[in-house]
């Protein structure tokens, strides 16, 4: 199993541009998270998806769009780039909390890190 | 005032030293804890996971949460430059509330 994969790793951006992040996961789990992680301010969720057709804003929404493609699929796009998006961005997945699990764990990707110049 | 707060550090101690990384937060309905362990340039993976007041070992890692104060803390006994990382705590009313995560505080341990 592969577990939680972003794409891509690193990418450039100049203020303006637009990108989509990929983010897949092979757990078969429903709930999937978009977070960002700059210092000093731990992660902070962006978007989620409870379940396969539903998605949420989280904290910090603002200039960010998602696309829950399928039950493995959850994609984070920036329309129009600003520099304060440089940043680290970490997809995540759990079971869900639908699921009876009380653990509700959450499993990361390896993370995007983002430079908008 | 932000809803959970950590020493940032960086905390530097000798391979073997007893290391106590601690959390407090300012909601009371804060039920469930956690806390991950993230490497350089990977994402978190999650360390150890407990439910309201009390403690709990696994292996040379031991979690405590002492809600009267609002305060977690994770000490790690015998620690192993492996255990060089940045530990994020983060916590949860419910099963079904989102999770909020501490900034994280960075360990070095030097052999």
């Known amino acids: 199993n592969a577990g939680v994969t972003q794409t891509p790793k690193f990418q450039v951006l100049k203020t303006g541009q637009s990108m989509t992040l990929q983010c897949a996961q092979d757990m078969n789990h429903n709930s999937m998270y978009w977070y960002r992680q700059d210092p000093g301010m731990g992660l902070r969720l962006i978007y989620y998806?409870?379940?396969?057709?539903?998605?949420d804003k989280g904290e910090v929404p603002n200039g960010y769009n998602v696309s829950r493609l399928n039950k493995r699929e959850f994609s984070l796009r920036l329309e129009s780039a600003a520099p304060s998006q440089t940043s680290v961005y970490f997809c995540?997945?759990?079971?869900?909390?639908?699921?009876?699990?009380?653990?509700?764990?959450?499993?990361f990707g390896p993370g995007t890190r983002l430079l908008v110049l | 005032q932000k809803e959970v707060e950590q020493d940032p550090g960086p905390l530097s101690v000798p391979e073997g030293a007893i290391v106590s990384l601690n959390c407090t937060y300012s909601n009371s309905a804060f039920q469930y804890f956690m806390w991950y362990r993230q490497y350089s340039r990977k994402g978190p993976e999650l360390l150890m996971y407990t439910y309201s007041s009390g403690n709990k070992e696994d292996g040379r890692f031991t979690a405590q949460v002492d809600k009267s104060s609002k305060y977690i803390s994770l000490f790690i006994r015998d620690s192993q430059p492996s255990d060089s990382a940045t530990y994020l705590c983060a916590m949860r009313k419910t099963s079904y509330d989102k999770v909020i995560f501490g900034p994280g505080t960075s360990l070095s341990v030097i052999p």
């Open positions: 998806s409870a379940s396969e057709g539903t998605t």
């Open positions: 995540a997945s759990s079971e869900g909390p639908w699921s009876g699990g009380v653990q509700e764990t959450q499993y």
